[in-house]
Nanobody
Framework: VQLVESGGGSVQAGGSLRLSCAAS????????MGWFRQAPGKEREGVAR????????RYADSVKGRFTISQDNAKNTVYLQMNSLKPEDTAMFYC?????????????????WGQGTQVTVS
């Protein structure tokens, strides 16, 4: 399984970015896709997750109302729309996945990880 993120960049506070995560190689019909982030000196934090084709999203409290996770099953791609960005959102963002339904933001449960994409908010 390969996950490839794109869409990071630099934006001013209050701006928006959309991250994409293209998945390939999955043979299971049910899998969980999540977005995590890690800022320098901080622990990795789960921000959004969704079970493919079931589609009930879950968000960290810190991003509720500002971030939206969505999926295009035909393209095997998950998106993270980020609005009203704040400087504290600055981090490396990672896409992650595991088989089965989403249960938590415990990063140990996510078997597959992308390379990360940097988001900088100033």
């Amino acid at each position: 399984v390969q996950l490839v993120e794109s869409g990071g960049g630099s934006v001013q506070a209050g701006g928006s970015l959309r991250l994409s995560c293209a998945a390939s190689g999955y043979t299971s019909s049910s899998y969980c896709m999540g977005w995590f982030r890690q800022a320098p000196g901080k622990e990795r934090e789960g921000v959004a997750r969704v079970t493919a084709e079931i589609g009930v999203p879950r968000y960290a409290d810190s991003v509720k109302g500002r971030f939206t996770i969505s999926q295009d099953n035909a393209k095997n791609t998950v998106y993270l729309q980020m609005n009203s960005l704040k400087p504290e959102d600055t981090a490396m963002f990672y896409c992650a996945a595991h088989g089965g339904i989403c249960r938590s933001f415990n990063s140990d449960e996510y078997r597959y990880w992308g390379q990360g994409t940097q988001v900088t908010v100033s």
